[in-house]
């Protein structure tokens, strides 16, 4: 069982946003600034697409963009492309111990 | 070119033991925490362990249960995971990270641990 709730699935067409959300408790997301998602494409290894809630390492497109509001944080992915299908993970960090937590991950769908 | 790189993956039998390696390049090792994750097939991504820049300290997933030790050698940029005790719910891609606040900035390709008889 994941410390953070993510919804397994969603879906979008090319050029429509979709969000994904991810929920957790007040020991992690509720009190903390270091939410981060990643993107793991199929067969590839994880990256990271937003730290710290709502900010972009260099080099991803605007169109990812995070955000929080009490204990649950969102990705938002607009003007999605097909390249965007991948699985999609929240994580945080815990008041409980020092490791980071993640979400179960949401597969995201480019119809 | 910065990147890590894990070693040491293999099939094991339950209750056996296994040594993963990560080498770090180009980059300052000693200043950063590192992690192992892990992923089980098809499944989602779970925090191993953890160290500190200087070793000094070290934290694990609730799952460990004081079976694996997290260990690094700053003079050769290495980090390692020994793990004892394997069990089949073991077996997953194990990837080294290199985390800075909270969040992974820098994954290895993994290595791939499967515990069968």
């Known amino acids: 069982q994941s410390a953070l709730t993510q919804t397994p699935s969603a879906s979008g067409s090319p050029g429509q946003s979709v969000t994904i959300s991810c929920t957790g408790t007040?020991?992690?997301?509720?009190?903390?600034?270091?939410v981060s998602w990643y993107q793991q494409q199929p067969g590839r290894v994880p990256k990271l697409l937003i730290y710290?809630?709502?900010k972009r390492p260099s080099g991803v497109p605007d169109r990812f963009s995070g955000s929080k509001s009490g204990t649950t944080a969102s990705l938002t992915v607009s003007g999605l492309q097909a390249d965007d299908e991948a699985d999609y993970y929240c994580?945080?960090?815990?008041?409980?111990?020092?490791?980071?937590?993640f979400g179960g991950g949401t597969k995201l769908t480019v119809l | 070119e910065v990147q890590l790189v894990e070693s040491g993956g293999d099939l094991v039998q339950p209750g056996g033991s296994l040594r993963l390696s990560c080498a770090a390049s180009d980059f300052t090792f000693k200043d950063h925490y590192m992690t192992w994750v892990r992923q089980a097939p098809g499944k989602g991504l779970e925090s191993v362990a953890k160290?500190?820049?200087?070793?000094?300290?070290?934290s694990y997933g609730d799952f460990v249960k004081g079976r694996f030790t997290v260990s690094r050698d700053n003079s050769q940029n290495l980090v390692f995971l020994q793990m004892n005790s394997l069990s089949v719910e073991d077996t997953a891609v194990y990837y080294c990270?290199?985390?800075?606040?909270?969040?992974?900035?820098?994954w290895g390709r993994g290595t791939l641990v499967t515990v069968s008889s």
């Open positions: 994580s945080s960090n815990t008041g409980g111990t020092s490791v980071v937590v």
């Open positions: 710290e809630v709502n």
């Open positions: 007040s020991n992690d997301i509720g009190n903390s600034n270091y």
């Open positions: 160290i500190r820049p200087d070793g000094s300290f070290k």
């Open positions: 990270a290199r985390e800075y606040w909270w969040r992974f900035d820098l």
